[in-house]
């Protein structure tokens, strides 16, 4: 169980609304969303849509939501839809594009660093007779490459080759403004070559709920018909939008603050014994690092009891995300703790 005043490094998505995101929920005006009249909604849709460069947007519950979504509108039934190989869309969405589409993922290598090569999704188009390639999905930045931030060049190539195939381009962007952040670009930029894209209010921007899928207005129109048969229409959802739009407007900037913090745990940490870890590998707000010579599962356990919390990807290789809920100060302690429990936790036996 988590400790009430642990430091909690599980992810980004552990974040409690500050008191002002309190008070824009406390003083939403609200409709009825499904019926197309929650103004504040309809606000936050509007901001999401220009904030990414794209024509409309749709706010749904989750950033799972919005990639089923955006799946079921691209493709059809026996169509295929390209990720990455280490995609959240693969690995962490219940499967939901093959179990309610019927739609094929297709899986292309990333590179440990998240990066995928034009070559080989030009390779993984299927040809004339096959099923259809429909959709190459890319995912910025990548979560379980040690939350990597890909240039801009680097997508439009891969955009370059979806489109001369005849398929359309969705970025997974649950945390595009990271990206933008690390690279020093704005968001609408990183993603001008994609068709839709989708991102989280609910990670790194601070908001309890939601996420947005955005891209041309006509296909936003079929996108909402979509989300109403999948459960996503909400009705007074302006309470959490208002949670949403706050943090659009006050929370981006401040997540370079993260990314110092993840940089400051990385550095403070590298080195220690058992720790492989590369801080120059360090783009974002995630520390990803390998436990060598000691049993991972066995120092998570002992970290919490120590009073910090991170997930496991693997039973040997740790992820740490910094958030708006963590301080510079609080990092220096978790690095005090972390080097305690380092020392402490037995050597595993050799096998
Ligand atoms: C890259 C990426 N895409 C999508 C999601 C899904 O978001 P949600 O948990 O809101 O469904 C996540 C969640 O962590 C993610 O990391």
Redo the contacts with the bound molecule.
Sequence with gaps: MPQVHAIDLR?D?VTRPTEAMRQAIAAAEVGDDVLGDDPTVLALERAAAARIGKEAALYVP????A?LVALLTHCGRGDEAIVGSEA?ILH??GAGAPALGGISLRAVPNDARGRIAPADVRAAFRPAGAPRTALVCL?NTQ?RCGGAAIPEREMRALADVAHAGGAAVHV?G??IFNAAVALETDAATLVASADSVSF?F??GLGAPVG?VLTGPRAFIDRARLIRRQVGGGMRQAGIIAAAALYALEHHVDRLADDHANARRLAAGIAGAPHVRLDPQGVDSNMVFFELDGIDGPGFRTRLAEAGVLCSGMAPQRMRMVTHLDVTAEQIDTAIERIRTVLAAVPAARAS
Excluded at 62 to 65: C, E, I, N, R, Y
């Design positions: 992810s998505t989750s950033g799972t939501m990639n959240h962490h969405e995912e979560n997974d649950a945390r989280c609910s990670k996420s």
